[in-house]
């Protein structure tokens, strides 16, 4: 068997290690792996492959990769993959789901945390060296986690560790699934359909979005989404950029109707100098990084070497992508 491992980003902290491809050989001695670091070599290792460890497939690739029946990305999203196409031709996919929930709900709350705590407007001083005791007055002043009611998009993995974070400061959380029939998530206290969006987000004082991209999420919060939030609200985007309306949600920052923001992911990447989002009051932007953390290659590899135990013995891998849903 003849498996292509194929992960090169421009982010090096997405690029498996060496170490990494290593440990694989090691653990399947029995098993060919094209470690793939150019153009060629995985042009190559496409053409043989029966498995593809990888985060991205055009479906130009995929073309010529005749014998490939699993593709395992090192992602949890999966737009990056030519998914109809591997679809209809019966190839497995599957994803790196949960691995990253536990860091990117603790940045959430980090982040949280440090709007209700005013923050963005301390280090701005800070950097200033002003003592601003006086300037924490109305709209200013910090506001308390506790009471508050934290909405939730997205309550998959990472939905769920975030809820239950969320509740362990005496949030009341809610949250808005496509499909209300699924199992209850015990930290959410609330769980709201899609036809009840104006109703779920007229209570929710944090909006956190950890959605997936899908037709029913592109472009879900745009302004009259925004305006039915309550005044000082404030947005936390850890899913994909294009769930929400980058201008609209500019102008309710600079409007007041928002307290603050956090944004993790941008329509643009990375984002560049002269972007507005650099310039609006009370906002976060990390770059991409609140799935970073120590051990997250060695959590990642583990998970693709159950699968591809799985895999050699004919079973379901692991977070198998379901093609009616896309994710």
């Known amino acids: 068997m003849k498996v292509l491992i194929s992960i090169q980003q421009p982010v090096q902290q997405w690029q498996i290690p060496a170490e990494s491809v290593a440990s694989l050989r090691a ?8 470690h793939a670091t150019s153009d060629e070599e995985r042009a190559r290792g496409l053409e043989a492959c029966d498995a593809a460890y990888t985060w991205i497939l055009r479906a130009a690739e995929f073309t010529n990769a005749p014998k490939l029946r699993w593709v395992h990305t090192s992602a949890v999203a999966v737009e990056t993959l030519c998914l109809p196409e591997l679809f209809a031709r019966g190839v497995v996919v599957s994803n790196t789901r949960g691995v990253q929930a536990v860091p990117i709900a603790e940045h959430t709350l980090a982040v949280v945390l440090a709007l209700s705590k005013q923050l963005p407007l301390v280090l701005a001083h800070q950097r200033n060296a002003h003592w601003a005791q006086n300037d924490f007055m109305g709209a200013q002043l910090p506001w308390l986690l506790r009471g508050r009611t934290l909405g939730l998009i997205g309550v998959g993995t990472i939905g769920a560790e975030i809820a239950s974070r969320a509740r362990a400061f005496g949030m009341r959380v809610v949250a808005l699934r496509r499909r209300t029939g699924q199992a209850e998530t015990p930290a959410v206290d609330q769980m709201f359909g899609p036809g009840q969006l104006a109703t779920f987000l007229s209570q929710t004082n944090v909006l956190v979005i950890a959605a997936p991209l899908t037709p029913q999420t ?17 947005i936390v985007n850890v899913g994909r950029a294009k769930i929400v309306d980058t201008d609209a949600l500019i102008a309710a920052l600079h409007s007041g109707h928002l307290g603050g923001a956090s944004l993790d992911v941008y329509p643009q990447e990375p984002l560049p100098p002269d972007h507005p989002l650099w310039a609006c009051p009370n906002v976060i932007l990390t770059p991409h990084t609140s799935g970073f953390r120590q051990g997250h290659w060695e959590e990642v590899v583990d998970l693709f070497a159950e699968n591809l135990e799985r895999f050699e013995r004919g079973a379901v891998p692991r977070f198998r992508v379901e093609p009616e849903l896309g994710y």
Do not use: D, S
Request: aromatic content about 8%.
């Open 27 to 34: 653990r399947f001695p029995h098993i060919e792996f094209v």
């Open 218 to 234: 592109l472009g879900l919060i745009g302004a009259a989404q925004i305006a039915a939030l309550p005044r000082g609200a404030v």
